[in-house]
């Protein structure tokens, strides 16, 4: 599967939102080393380096394309190709960075404590997740997927399972002496309609499913998604969708 730094860009801001809220809540301490983990086109890591000015950031991603838009933004940081399911740190980092990715990612319950692991003491592990595979967003993907002539090739992708609150509490409290935990969803008032929620998800969660079809089994697919977006999603008075979108936060302190 392939990555569009553009496509993924198309909502810079609704998308960095989350992020500046994750980073804000990072304790306050002198920080010298920092890493994002799935920087994506580097909006994260504009964010990390802004708070700790003085540290050393760094930025990975699979991404050759996310990499290169990274690089052209932020010209000043290292940027790294890379797998966050095999990555170890050369020593102890004072803050991870890990927004919207490890959803991605399979087997949390190992993942997450090595990313523990990797934390000098009294570091932190700062991450967000797309708490959303229950909105018709997603549940209209699947089903599409499923029921269409295209059924073969995509039917049973599936994303990653993303877990509880108790349970990302329970798989890193035994490896840090402070767990926060919290959940939010925002509402993005989004111009263009149903559109509009087509273009977001093209972004990330579609992307799966596009990548195993053809020109045209991807235009009929994403005909298909807008009606039901257009039936999911209705425009609010002034013309905007508003998109509700949970995300879980986690800020895990060694």
């Known amino acids: 599967m392939t990555w ?10 609704e998308r960095t939102r989350p992020v500046r809220d994750l980073v804000a809540a990072l304790p ?9 983990l799935g920087c994506g086109p580097g909006n994260s890591t504009q964010v990390l380096a802004k708070r700790y000015p003085e540290a050393a950031v760094t930025g990975l991603d699979s991404s050759r394309d996310m990499l290169a838009a ?37 087997d949390h319950a190992l ?5 523990a692991r990797q934390l ?7 991450i967000q997740t797309p708490d ?7 549940r209209q993907a699947r089903e599409i997927a499923s029921r269409g002539p295209w059924a073969d090739k995509i039917g049973a992708i599936k994303h990653p399972p993303r877990h509880s609150a108790a349970f990302y509490y329970d798989v890193l409290s035994p490896h840090c002496r402070q767990v926060d935990v919290w959940r939010t969803t925002y509402y993005h008032p989004l111009m263009g309609g149903a559109q509009a929620v087509v273009e977001w998800f093209k972004g990330s969660a579609l992307r799966p499913y596009l990548a195993a079809l053809g020109e045209q089994e991807q235009a009929d697919f994403l005909q298909l998604y807008l009606q039901a977006m257009q039936h999911d999603y209705p425009a609010a008075a002034d013309g905007k969708v508003l998109l509700p979108f949970p995300r879980l936060f986690i800020v895990a302190t060694r």
Request: no cysteine.
């Open 70 to 106: 990274a690089r052209q933004r932020l010209q000043g940081i290292e940027f790294e190709l890379g797998e966050i399911g095999t990555w170890t740190a050369p020593q102890g980092m004072d803050v991870i960075l890990a927004n919207a990715s490890l959803q991605w990612l399979p």
């Open 111 to 115: 993942l997450y404590p090595h990313l």
């Open 120 to 126: 000098s003491e009294g570091g932190s592990l700062a």
């Open 132 to 138: 959303n595979l229950d909105e018709p967003a997603h």
């Open 28 to 36: 306050q301490r002198a920080i010298r080393t920092a890493i994002d």
């Open 4 to 13: 569009s730094a553009a496509q993924y860009s198309t909502f810079e801001n």
